[in-house]
């Protein structure tokens, strides 16, 4: 495996061209006109999502945040991180795109932010259809969300990062209409973030070392979730060296190569990839 800190430093400058487009859009265009934002979290790393950036340009413009893939993520913790949230004043909902019950609180929690606008327009007998704009950084699940909410597949949705790259407006119904925007990152940001945003596929695979960053993940989750782990690979808590549990893995699942050494970038991509699909478990990162 490559030395660890150098892999991190490839992943904390990272802001494409077309991410900046996009941002400036938003920001000149499209917030102006929207009545509402949902702001697309992933359930199993939510702070690391919030783009500093985003905040920045809301304008004061009625929030709901999804936490998206609740499917996959710590239940218990999201529950925590949301009254967190609620203590700001932020109103929250949890979904799964893949759940399409979800639909109903969802358009029920921006009713509720548009409360006075909706009530306005009915004083004045105006039947609005209210613009929503879909934010949140890549692969959080936004076009997956909106084909959910529309009730039929509107938009590309895709599991890897960066697909989408033009706004679409959609309306999914007499009440709503939905833009969906590129999921845009920030420039800057710590090794903590940057780390959980790989791991939950916000960045591309391919600005790390897959060797390094499945090792780095596995340490993480039998931090946090070390019975998801000790079950999965029937370990207990004596082993000395986190490195043994990993070596493990990779033999389980025969990534070896010549003269018996360990292929640990696919070993890495194939342990990504499981955590992913939520084959560890329900995990929350933070």
Known sequence: M???????????NW??????????DIEDNKI??????LYVLDSRAPISCLNPNITKITHGKPIVYVF???????????????????????????????????????????????????????????????????????NTGKSALINMLSG??????????????????IK???????CDTPGVLWPKFDDIISRNLAYIG?????????GDLGYELMQTIFEKYPNNLKEKFDVDYRFDVFLELYDRFCIKRGYIMRKNEIDYARAGKSFIDDFRAGKFGKITLE
């Open 2 to 12: 490559k030395n660890t800190e150098e892999s991190k430093k490839n992943v904390i």
């Open 15 to 24: 802001f494409p061209g077309h991410m900046k487009n996009a941002l400036e």
């Open 32 to 37: 102006k006109i929207a009545d509402a934002i």
């Open 68 to 138: 998206n893939k609740i499917d996959l993520a710590d239940e218990n913790r999201v529950s925590q991180i949301q009254a967190e949230f609620a203590k700001e004043k932020k109103v929250t909902i949890v979904s799964s795109a893949k759940d399409i019950s979800y639909r109903y609180e969802i358009k029920n929690a921006l009713r509720r932010v548009l409360q006075d606008k909706i009530e306005k327009n009915n004083r004045k007998k105006v039947k609005a259809t209210y613009k929503i704009l879909v934010l949140g950084v890549p």
């Open 152 to 169: 039929e597949r509107k938009v590309k949705a895709s599991n890897i990062a960066g697909v989408t790259r033009f706004n679409q407006w």
């Open 172 to 178: 999914i119904d007499d009440d709503f209409m939905l």
């Open 202 to 210: 916000c960045l591309s695979d391919k600005e790390f070392d897959l």
